[in-house]
Protein backbone atom coordinates (compact mmCIF):
# COMPACT_ATOMS: atom_id res chain seq x y z
CA UNK A 1 0.00 0.00 0.00
CA UNK A 2 2.77 2.42 0.75
CA UNK A 3 4.50 1.71 -2.53
CA UNK A 4 1.24 2.47 -4.56
CA UNK A 5 0.79 5.86 -2.81
CA UNK A 6 4.80 6.51 -3.07
CA UNK A 7 4.80 5.38 -6.79
CA UNK A 8 1.67 7.55 -7.24
CA UNK A 9 3.17 10.58 -5.21
CA UNK A 10 6.72 10.33 -7.46
CA UNK A 11 4.70 10.34 -10.55
CA UNK A 12 2.61 13.15 -9.39
CA UNK A 13 5.96 15.23 -8.07
CA UNK A 14 7.73 14.40 -11.90
CA UNK A 15 4.62 15.13 -13.51
CA UNK A 16 4.75 18.76 -12.36
CA UNK A 17 8.14 19.18 -12.23
CA UNK A 18 8.20 18.67 -15.82
CA UNK A 19 5.46 20.67 -16.33
CA UNK A 20 7.18 23.51 -14.49
CA UNK A 21 9.95 23.16 -16.39
CA UNK A 22 8.51 22.95 -19.71
CA UNK A 23 6.20 26.44 -18.84
CA UNK A 24 9.69 28.04 -18.08
CA UNK A 25 11.26 27.62 -20.92
CA UNK A 26 8.52 28.51 -23.03
CA UNK A 27 8.46 32.32 -20.67
CA UNK A 28 12.40 31.96 -20.17
CA UNK A 29 13.22 32.03 -24.40
CA UNK A 30 14.37 34.72 -26.06
CA UNK A 31 11.85 35.98 -28.40
CA UNK A 32 12.94 37.65 -31.32
CA UNK A 33 11.18 38.25 -34.56
CA UNK A 34 12.36 38.94 -38.41
CA UNK A 35 13.27 42.72 -38.89
CA UNK A 36 13.15 43.40 -35.39
CA UNK A 37 14.84 46.56 -35.59
CA UNK A 38 12.79 48.08 -38.37
CA UNK A 39 10.70 51.27 -37.77
CA UNK A 40 6.80 51.34 -36.71
CA UNK A 41 6.39 53.81 -39.09
CA UNK A 42 6.49 51.83 -41.96
CA UNK A 43 2.62 50.32 -42.41
CA UNK A 44 3.67 46.67 -43.56
CA UNK A 45 5.48 45.79 -40.94
CA UNK A 46 4.36 44.83 -37.05
CA UNK A 47 6.45 46.34 -34.47
CA UNK A 48 7.80 42.91 -32.05
CA UNK A 49 5.72 41.94 -28.81
CA UNK A 50 8.03 43.80 -26.23
CA UNK A 51 9.17 40.77 -23.72
CA UNK A 52 7.56 39.94 -20.44
CA UNK A 53 8.03 43.25 -17.86
CA UNK A 54 8.87 45.09 -20.12
CA UNK A 55 9.01 48.99 -19.60
CA UNK A 56 7.16 49.53 -22.85
CA UNK A 57 4.34 47.84 -21.12
CA UNK A 58 1.56 50.05 -19.54
CA UNK A 59 -1.30 47.16 -18.59
CA UNK A 60 -2.33 43.80 -19.28
CA UNK A 61 -5.20 42.16 -18.59
CA UNK A 62 -7.28 38.76 -19.01
CA UNK A 63 -10.59 38.78 -20.55
CA UNK A 64 -12.12 35.37 -19.38
CA UNK A 65 -15.35 35.93 -21.85
CA UNK A 66 -12.93 36.00 -24.95
CA UNK A 67 -10.10 33.73 -23.56
CA UNK A 68 -7.71 36.22 -24.65
CA UNK A 69 -4.89 38.08 -22.72
CA UNK A 70 -4.23 41.43 -23.63
CA UNK A 71 -0.80 43.71 -23.59
CA UNK A 72 -1.20 47.64 -24.21
CA UNK A 73 1.99 49.22 -24.44
CA UNK A 74 3.33 52.42 -25.34
CA UNK A 75 6.50 52.02 -28.07
CA UNK A 76 6.80 55.70 -27.94
CA UNK A 77 6.80 56.20 -24.81
CA UNK A 78 4.57 59.58 -25.55
CA UNK A 79 2.18 58.74 -22.33
CA UNK A 80 -0.37 56.83 -25.16
CA UNK A 81 -1.22 53.39 -25.59
CA UNK A 82 0.23 52.80 -29.07
CA UNK A 83 0.19 49.09 -29.29
CA UNK A 84 -1.85 46.05 -28.03
CA UNK A 85 -1.53 42.50 -28.60
CA UNK A 86 -3.91 39.91 -28.02
CA UNK A 87 -2.89 35.90 -27.40
CA UNK A 88 -5.44 33.17 -26.40
CA UNK A 89 -5.05 31.46 -23.58
CA UNK A 90 -5.42 27.74 -22.46
CA UNK A 91 -6.48 27.58 -19.00
CA UNK A 92 -6.09 30.85 -16.12
CA UNK A 93 -6.71 30.39 -12.38
CA UNK A 94 -6.31 32.21 -9.15
CA UNK A 95 -2.95 30.29 -6.82
CA UNK A 96 -3.05 30.45 -3.45
CA UNK A 97 -1.86 33.80 -3.22
CA UNK A 98 -4.66 35.00 -5.35
CA UNK A 99 -2.69 35.81 -7.79
CA UNK A 100 -4.00 35.30 -11.67
CA UNK A 101 -1.64 32.53 -13.28
CA UNK A 102 -2.35 32.51 -16.84
CA UNK A 103 -1.80 29.56 -19.69
CA UNK A 104 -1.25 31.22 -22.93
CA UNK A 105 -0.26 30.54 -26.45
CA UNK A 106 3.95 31.51 -27.21
CA UNK A 107 2.81 33.95 -29.86
CA UNK A 108 0.05 36.71 -29.90
CA UNK A 109 -3.44 36.12 -32.71
CA UNK A 110 -4.14 39.74 -32.99
CA UNK A 111 -1.67 42.89 -32.72
CA UNK A 112 -3.00 46.28 -33.04
CA UNK A 113 -0.93 49.21 -33.65
CA UNK A 114 -1.65 53.20 -33.54
CA UNK A 115 -0.06 54.29 -36.54
CA UNK A 116 -1.70 57.78 -36.57
CA UNK A 117 -0.61 58.62 -33.09
CA UNK A 118 -4.72 59.79 -32.31
CA UNK A 119 -5.13 57.53 -29.36
CA UNK A 120 -6.95 54.57 -31.00
CA UNK A 121 -6.92 51.60 -32.87
CA UNK A 122 -8.73 52.26 -35.79
CA UNK A 123 -9.02 48.24 -38.02
CA UNK A 124 -10.35 50.02 -41.38
CA UNK A 125 -7.03 52.23 -41.69
CA UNK A 126 -5.18 49.37 -41.27
CA UNK A 127 -4.13 49.23 -37.59
CA UNK A 128 -5.46 45.51 -36.60
CA UNK A 129 -3.60 42.61 -37.61
CA UNK A 130 -4.23 38.21 -37.35
CA UNK A 131 -1.86 36.14 -37.21
CA UNK A 132 -3.84 33.17 -37.80
CA UNK A 133 -1.10 30.57 -37.70
CA UNK A 134 0.11 31.89 -34.49
CA UNK A 135 3.71 31.63 -35.51
CA UNK A 136 5.18 34.72 -34.18
CA UNK A 137 6.05 38.03 -36.47
CA UNK A 138 7.70 36.01 -39.97
CA UNK A 139 5.36 37.73 -42.91
CA UNK A 140 2.84 35.83 -42.81
CA UNK A 141 0.18 37.96 -40.82
CA UNK A 142 -2.68 40.17 -42.65
CA UNK A 143 -4.21 43.14 -42.50
CA UNK A 144 -7.46 42.25 -40.41
CA UNK A 145 -11.18 42.93 -42.01
CA UNK A 146 -14.25 42.56 -40.56
Not at 61 to 83: A, C, H, P, V, W
Not at 133 to 138: I, K, T, V
Request: net charge negative; charged share 25%.
Amino acid sequence: MKIVICCRRLIFLLSMLLLILNLSRTYAQEMSYPGEERPMEDPNVIPPEPKAYDKEEVDSFLDRETGMYFRLFDLNQSGKIDYMTATRTNSSYMNEFWNSVIYKFQYPLFYWIDRNGNGKFEPDKGEMWIDQDEDGLNGNERIYTQ
